[in-house]
């Protein structure tokens, strides 16, 4: 039996009592790639993105290992729903424009301590500062500093479109807007590069591109490195106490902890280990999130179709932005229907093994946008489920 085969019987027999569709965290993958992130990071503390777990009894599982700290947040409005339940750090990753948080947050003290907010533009603080409502309460700020690799005089870029700080004056510009304001503190410095964490650079069929990516990461990394040392002496010396300074990602969590500047880390994927994290040089995780479907259908010889199951990834559009069908091993869509919003054909050899009822196993694409489709996850430890706990969105919670 191979390690998948016995995967799936473990999981088989874990929710035999559970219909599906349904979805699992193994605790034993989970927890093994919560270790490789920690031993990788070296040292330096990981803050759990939150986008990529979306479950609150998960984060909390995270967060009282050593070698984690903190939580990267994805709205204001999470970060204050996560605040009220307790969670003491919180970085919001994205500048908001949600009124209504920034004034409770100007307001409250105790989720002022907690929550830091991002920003790249002087007119974000106008909005915070117009948000108020009377709040009084010091708001803590984080700088982002644009990550990617300019190339060919600025011709090409590759990276993300995300903040318009890219050298150590326009940063510090910056740094000393939010210092001159009374009512804001300008405690941290943000730097992602998604073009290094988040990409794979060794594409199964794909050599030559798979080359390519790990050229251009390489050149990214040694770019980066020389210049987020350079805006960190620059915001250093308009903010002299500045907490901490996050980078990474997933896929390049050793090499961004090896620069001196990085005082934390950030990863969340590298949780749960989604589809598109299988093809990395740097590391290799356990999948630890599935979800199932049942056989509702037997349509002719190799093909059975399963309730529902298509669950599209966010970006680009594009055949690997699909859940892959996991176990059994050997099943594939059907070119002309996909992954369906009611059904799902999916051929191969195994397809003659399945009987109505049974269930196909699948991965997502991405990590924590499983859990928008799925209001529970059942823990798994061994062949037996040890605990059901809420999604965010089980919570009631749709923070996007």
């Known amino acids: 039996m191979t390690p998948r085969a016995a995967d799936r019987t473990r999981y088989d027999r874990a929710t035999a009592h559970l219909d599906a569709p349904l979805a699992v965290v193994d605790l034993e993958a989970f927890d093994a790639n919560a270790d490789d992130l920690v031993r990788r990071a070296g ?7 939150s986008k990529s777990v979306r479950c609150r009894a998960l984060l909390e599982r995270v967060l009282a290992r050593d070698g984690f700290a903190g939580v990267m947040s994805f709205t204001l409005d999470e970060s204050l729903w ?6 003491e750090d919180v970085l919001l990753a994205y500048p908001s424009a949600d009124r209504a948080g920034f004034a409770e947050l100007a307001r409250d003290a105790k989720l002022a301590g907690a929550v830091t907010v991002m920003v790249d533009d002087p007119a974000q603080l106008d909005l915070i500062e117009r948000a108020r409502e009377g709040g009084a309460e010091e708001i803590r700020v984080c700088l982002e500093l644009d990550t990617s690799l300019r190339l060919l005089g600025g011709r090409v870029r590759v ?54 990516v790990r050229l251009m990461q390489a050149a990214a990394r040694r770019e980066l490195a020389v210049r987020r040392a350079a805006v960190v002496a620059a915001v250093r010396a308009v903010a002299p106490d500045l907490e901490f300074v996050n980078g990474g990602g997933t896929g390049s969590v050793q090499h961004t902890a090896a620069e001196e500047c990085v005082t934390e880390i950030a990863a ?22 599935l979800f199932a479907q049942p056989v509702v259908r037997r349509p002719g010889v190799g093909v059975v179709t399963v309730l529902g199951g298509g669950h599209p990834a966010s970006g680009a559009p594009g055949r690997d932005r699909l859940p892959v069908p996991y176990l059994p091993e050997g099943l594939r869509y059907d070119a002309m229907e996909g992954a369906g919003e009611v059904q799902t054909p999916l051929l191969g050899p195994p397809a003659d093994d399945l009987l109505i009822g049974d269930k196909v196993w699948f991965r997502h694409a991405k990590a924590g946008e499983l859990c928008e489709r799925f209001d529970r996850l059942h823990l798994v430890e061994g062949d037996r489920v040890t605990a059901t706990v809420p999604t965010y969105r089980g919570e009631g919670r749709t923070f996007l």
């Not at 040292?43 to 993105?49: E, I, L, T």
């Not at 996560?82 to 969670?87: D, M, N, P, S, V």
């Open 43 to 49: 040292g330096k503390p990981v803050r759990v993105a």
């Open 82 to 87: 996560l605040a009220r339940a307790g969670f």
């Open 159 to 212: 990276g993300a479109l995300r903040s318009p700080l890219r050298t150590p004056g326009q940063v510090a510009e910056v740094a000393r807007a939010v210092v001159r304001r009374p009512g804001f503190r300008l405690v941290g410095l943000m730097a992602y590069e998604g073009h290094v964490a988040g990409v794979g650079d060794a594409v199964e069929g794909r050599p030559v591109r798979s080359r390519a």
């Open 268 to 289: 969340g994927s590298g949780l749960y280990v989604p589809r598109l994290f299988d093809h990395y040089t740097s590391f290799t995780g356990r999948p630890a999130a």
